[in-house]
């Protein structure tokens, strides 16, 4: 009996400790009031519209976070993905972003401050609403990355740089799609 007592312990801590690590806590998730995941974004957020920032919250970010990053591009493009929005050092205690941020590379009022605006592909910091050709609908993908350090990175920073400075740093990702079609005029 004895014998079995010990592996039998050794199971159950198992099963509690990735019960703790993994099934206890909420996914880390990323959701807009202005449309939901896989649904068309409305046009007051695109160029047809006020080309706003739609407001956006997360929750379940993973322990140990130390600011998020956001970026917002479109792998549908005609030349190949094109990139709507780069944020980063948003700090670890955000948990949403307004409507209409703006657009400023520096963000001194955004969620307890030293959050930065990279440069778009509009060539501007900020966001820059879906304005996809007339045609098929294009997907736009919101990407948020909970970072275990802030990026050492100026105001204006490019995706690509962006992206290189949070590698070896990202503790989690969590993701929101819309689509948006232009009907030809």
């Known amino acids: 009996m004895p014998r079995l007592a010990a592996p039998s312990l050794l199971i159950v801590a198992l099963a509690t400790a990735g019960a703790w690590k993994g099934g206890g806590r909420m996914a880390f998730s990323l959701s807009s009031t202005a449309f939901q995941n896989g649904t068309a974004i409305p046009v007051k957020h695109t160029c047809d519209g006020a080309d706003v920032s739609p407001p956006l919250a997360w929750s379940g970010g993973p322990p140990g976070a130390a600011a998020f990053a956001l ?3 479109d792998p549908d493009a005609p030349g190949g993905t094109w ?3 780069v944020l980063y050092n948003l700090p670890a ?3 949403a972003l307004p409507e209409n941020v703006a ?3 520096l963000l001194p009022d955004l969620g307890g401050g030293g959050a930065l605006q990279g440069r778009n592909d509009f ?3 900020g966001y820059g609403g879906p304005c ?3 045609g ?3 997907r736009y993908f919101f990407k948020l990355y909970a970072l275990d350090a802030a990026l050492k990175l100026k105001a204006g920073a490019p995706k690509p740089d962006v992206e290189a400075a949070m590698k070896g740093h990202v503790l989690g990702t969590a993701q929101l799609v819309g689509t948006y079609a232009r009907q030809k005029r």
């Open 132 to 134: 996809p050709p007339p």
């Open 83 to 85: 990139v709507h929005w």
């Open 103 to 105: 657009k400023t590379e």
């Open 136 to 138: 098929p609908a294009h």
């Open 71 to 73: 970026i917002a591009d």
């Open 93 to 95: 205690t955000a948990t």
């Open 123 to 125: 060539r501007h910091a």
